[in-house]
């Protein structure tokens, strides 16, 4: 089996994250390339990955960053060097330390990705909203490959609450009577079920599995199947809006020839 041309790394918090991530960054693409629109040809194209070769899991957990990068002379280039120091003159903002080992980790792998995607939950901290860690190590340093933002906030399942549209009435009772008991549309105001405790009223994770009734494949049809203009719209305040832009930006000129690095 030939390797893929391109390779993309991701860096996330589970499994989860990693396909709400890249299922919504493979629609972009295909929309954008006209001839990516077979899943069989961008299967064959392009790679999700971490820092090692695994089918079971193609993402790097930003909690195993620490560790891998302590260890990482066991396989990179003799090691992968350090760097330390303030961003242009401003403290490290939250996420941009472990932000700059994971990219240094990645820039160090003997086949260097064509970019890699990082991607967190806000989870409601004000401070981390803006992504301003992950654009510090970003802006800061020339990477030999684009790095893309993802922040949802407050949680991936924002993004996947954005795509729902009542299937059947079942689907739709369940619907109104969640409008109900949060006294909000959980669809377009994802991003105000921040609630920290699990199970609270507000908790966006317990008002997901209500409506998808914890079944993967419903999610899937939720970021797979809802146009991709009403994703959008839906997401202008729980960061989908923004990162489909990223992908957008640095991810489809990759694969329309425009670049391959900076």
Known sequence: MSEPSF??????????????????????????????????????????????????EPFLKWAHVKDAF??????????????????????????????????????????????????RDSDADPDRIAAQGLKQVREKYRWPFKVVIGMAHPKREAWVLAGFVPRNAGEESRLQELRARLSLDPITASHELAASEHGAKKDIKRALDELTQEDWERERQCLEETPLAVLEQRGQKNGLAEFLKEVRERLVPLLNGAGRAG
């Open 7 to 56: 390779e993309f790394g991701v860096v996330c918090e589970a499994l989860a994250d990693q396909r709400t991530a890249c299922e919504l960054a493979d629609r972009t693409l295909r929309e954008a390339v006209e001839w990516l629109d077979d899943p069989v040809v961008l299967d064959s194209v392009r790679r999700w990955r971490g820092l090692e070769d695994r089918a079971d």
């Open 70 to 119: 302590k260890s990482s002379s066991s396989f990179a280039h003799g090691g992968v060097r350090s760097i330390f120091g303030p961003f242009n003159g401003e403290a490290a903002q939250p996420d941009a330390l472990s932000a700059r080992k994971a990219l240094l980790l990645f820039a160090a792998l003997r086949r260097c990705p064509d970019a890699v995607l990082l991607v």
